[in-house]
């Protein structure tokens, strides 16, 4: 699991040595919250800077960056599906119970982090959200329109 021939990393992440287990799942919330965040932005329908043909990209992107920005402490799991499973797959395949006590039980880390970090990254959007239906009042409304009849202009272009 550990050390210069460790292998188990192939199948979910493994914390980098002498990080603390407070980093990880700072990093973790933090890197969760900026990826919803920025999906709640490109899904909302008020919100439409960009044609839903190009949300796949900004998506592939917006993860490509936080996983370059937050991957080295411990792989970027954003997820737990993408680390306890594979994780359970180690221990059952004969890595043993060291898949879940290394890094001083780093194996949960990865699956309270992103459900806290997915919940305040989404709290923060709806907050936002709220401000600004406060701050633009109903000038909102003629805003959203003229976005949708530049959109369908654009879309009859094509």
């Not at 965040?37 to 796949?56: A, E, F, R, T």
Request: aromatic share 12%; glycine share 12%; charged share 15%.
């Amino acid at each position: 699991v550990t050390g210069p021939n460790a292998t188990a990393g192939i199948f979910g992440t493994m914390p980098a040595r002498n990080v603390r287990q407070q980093t990880l799942f700072f990093d973790q919330v933090l890197s969760t919250a900026l990826l919803l965040l920025g999906l709640c932005s490109l899904s909302n329908k008020q919100n439409k800077l960009v044609s839903n043909s190009v949300i796949p990209l900004a998506v592939a992107f917006m993860i490509t960056a936080i996983g370059a920005a937050f991957g080295f402490n411990c792989g970027f799991p954003i997820n737990p599906a993408r680390d306890l499973g594979p994780r359970l797959f180690a221990f059952a395949v004969g890595y043993g119970s060291e898949v879940f006590t290394v890094g001083n039980y780093y194996f949960w880390i990865p699956i309270v982090g992103p459900i806290v970090g997915g919940l305040i990254g989404a709290w923060i959007y709806m907050g936002y959200g709220r401000l600004m239906k406060i701050h633009l009042g109903e000038d909102n409304k003629q805003i959203i329109e003229n976005r949708h009849r530049i959109d369908e202009a654009n879309m009859s272009r094509l």
